[in-house]
């Protein structure tokens, strides 16, 4: 067992290693890659389907014929 966790931590250590040499790596998440991506600016949502649309689609079909 104490094998097991000495080559993690092992592995852990050669490869925090490799990362670090390769460059500038941020390990803060998901928001460095939208801002890298888009050159920094904010960008806003685009705007919702109009809720006219919605009433439409929500309609119930027609019912089946009975069967005799």
């Known amino acids: 067992m104490t094998k097991i966790i000495i080559a993690?931590?092992?592995l852990a250590a050669v490869v925090l290693f490799v990362l670090n040499q390769g460059?500038?790596?941020d390990m803060g998440g998901e928001h460095a890659a939208q801002e890298s991506m888009k050159g920094g600016?904010?960008?806003e949502a685009p705007a919702a389907a109009p809720a006219a649309a919605a009433p439409a689609?929500?309609?119930p079909a027609a019912p089946a014929p009975a069967k005799p």
């Open 8 to 10: 993690f931590v092992a």
């Open 23 to 25: 460059g500038h790596v």
């Open 41 to 43: 600016e904010k960008t």
């Open 57 to 59: 689609a929500a309609a």
